[in-house]
């Protein structure tokens, strides 16, 4: 029952998930001779190693301040200032005493810092060096005063709008309004490097999205809880008669030769469809497998389960490259951002943690009776990294029992100690005080960004082997923060 309700929910969410990879509306994007132009265009070289990104969307705009919290008594104190009292009387600031157990082993200048105290295993990778949090970060066209802010000037269109920011986000242009995005785009420059072309470079775990479309490049959606999303009702192995004569009927349907032009291309993606389907189908069921006690028992940690078991097939489907894409919803925290918290940041650390274990050689756990178990994993961890994104910030004033839309935020990344240079905060925490004297803050506990995800988008797509003339093709203001021929990194927090 479980599985079908969750392939409900997912397929509600997948816009034409029964064809599995290809949406009809995209049909004449996604021509077999497009895809050969791209892959013939395409600046890259042969890839003799492996890589993954995994992007987990935090969608409604991510509390951040109470995720990575000033620690030392003087920045603690105007932490809890600006966010108006303790919670107990009202206000949104976690108490310093709540914060001991998760104090971070990083200090800068005397500072210090913790994280929310439900997030024990983010807490736990941060000080083994597998985990880093960038500071800061937001959409901006160039770098910004508060009186280009005041006067408008140069700022990211619909600033403090969810449909605009979570669109720039995906596209890495805050400057106009697309419908492609920098992972989409990225897989069209180096697709050459997969010999698979029967299913995408671009995994989702949430269906239909911007960030993984391209100009020839889509999403091929698969569903956390089952894995490859077939047309519905066929079934190669059908056991029934209803369903076999089903299955025949799309069989015959696919090997009939059409003559008209849209019938016939029609016909192309379903049946890209189906030997997609069977392709993953029959690979995943050689993959790794978990108990039920392993992985969270949550949407994002399904997911995540689902990402290592499709990193694991990855040699028998022919990849060298592969993005995947989770959305979890709920951060438009206007009220109980407090309780609210307590439970969804404690659920993404989990699931963080979890699946960073798996992705090492082997892992203990704790099953049903309290046993402590060992499992395998997958030994990639230092060729999948995993980065966190929300289309803002939140304000450190409160609305009563809640935060609004503010710009910049702090988020995460995650991956083995030889990919990532972990254990530390990069880019520049914002002091927190409120007010004139703060030449970042803009009313209400907003600030003005002061890394821009520009810089945090370039650091993954230069690591992932886009080369740097093509750098600014993705992300067309980049060099208003970087220079793209720079020998050093936008940021530096991968190990390149």
């Avoid at 230069?462 to 793209?484: I, M, R």
Wanted: glycine share 10%.
């Amino acid at each position: 029952m479980k599985e079908f309700l969750s392939r409900r929910r997912f397929i509600g969410e997948a816009s034409c998930a029964g064809l599995g990879y290809l949406t009809f509306i995209n049909t004449l994007l996604n021509l077999k001779g497009m895809n050969a132009s791209a892959i013939s265009n395409s600046s890259v070289g042969d890839f003799n190693d492996y890589k993954a990104i995994v992007c987990i969307l935090l969608a409604g705009g991510n509390d951040s301040f109470n995720m990575l919290t000033p620690y030392d008594t003087p920045n603690h104190s105007e932490y809890v200032t600006a966010r108006s009292g303790l919670y107990t009387n009202g206000g949104l600031a976690l108490p310093r005493s709540e914060l001991s157990g998760t104090v971070l082993n990083y200090t800068n200048g005397g500072k210090e810092w913790a994280i929310h105290p439900s997030m024990t295993r983010v807490h736990e990778m941060f000080n083994n060096g597998k985990l880093a949090f960038l500071s800061n970060v937001g959409t901006l066209i160039q770098q910004t005063t508060k009186t280009q802010y005041e006067n408008d000037q140069n700022l990211p269109l619909g600033l403090f709008s969810h449909s605009d920011q979570i669109q720039q986000w995906q596209t890495g242009i805050p400057d106009e309004r697309g419908a492609k995005g920098w992972a989409g785009k990225m897989a069209d420059l180096i697709s050459s490097c997969n010999s698979n072309q029967n299913i995408s470079m671009n995994v989702s775990l949430s269906g239909s999205n911007i960030w993984q479309t391209g100009d020839v490049t889509i999403e091929y959606a698969i569903d956390p809880y089952s894995g490859a999303v077939g047309i519905d009702g066929y079934n190669p192995e059908a056991m029934y008669l209803t369903e076999s004569i089903r299955s025949e009927a799309i069989d015959s349907m696919i090997g009939h030769q059409y003559q008209d032009i849209f019938k016939k291309t029609f016909m192309n993606v379903v049946k890209n469809a189906r030997d997609g389907f069977i392709e993953f189908d029959t690979a995943l069921q050689s993959a790794i497998t978990f108990p039920e006690d392993v992985f969270p028992d949550s949407y994002l940690g399904a997911s995540m389960e689902m990402i290592i078991r499709t990193l694991d097939i990855r040699d028998i489907l022919d990849f060298k490259r592969q993005v995947f894409f989770i959305t979890v919803g709920g951060w438009d925290h206007h009220d109980e951002v407090i309780n609210n918290q307590l439970g969804m940041l404690g659920m993404v650390s989990d699931a963080l943690g979890r699946f960073q274990d798996a992705l090492g050689s082997s892992f203990n756990y704790i099953d049903g009776n309290g046993m402590q178990q060992s499992h395998q994993g997958i030994n990639l961890e230092n060729q999948v990294l995993t980065m966190l994104v929300s289309e803002f910030g939140r304000t450190l004033t409160s609305n009563g029992n809640g935060s609004d839309h503010a710009w910049g935020g702090n988020t995460m990344v995650m991956g083995g100690p030889q990919l990532l240079n972990g254990g530390a905060i990069y880019g520049e925490y914002p002091s927190l005080a409120l007010g004139p004297s703060n030449p970042i803050e803009v009313g209400l506990g907003r600030f003005i960004p002061q890394l821009s995800t520009d810089e945090y988008f370039a650091e993954v797509a230069k690591w992932f082997g886009v080369p740097n003339t093509d750098l600014s093709v993705l992300f067309p203001n980049l060099g208003n923060f970087y220079d793209p021929f720079s020998p050093n990194l936008p940021i530096g927090f991968l190990n390149l």
